[in-house]
């Protein structure tokens, strides 16, 4: 989405606070993402350990 309009043109068409939320919504995926693979990963070694 950020490619094809910068944060400017989203502040002017949008409004700030709309802006804000879709930056911030974009950053926290990333995280989010990250967060499901830790968790993903830490149950698998939990698993092997049971056997």
Do not use: C, W
């Amino acid at each position: 989405m950020f490619e094809n309009l910068t944060f400017i043109q989203l502040i002017s068409n949008l409004g700030f606070p709309i802006a804000i939320s879709v930056y911030l919504l974009h950053r926290f995926e990333k995280r989010i993402r990250e967060l499901e693979r830790a968790v993903s990963e830490m149950a698998k070694i939990m698993e092997n350990k049971k056997d």
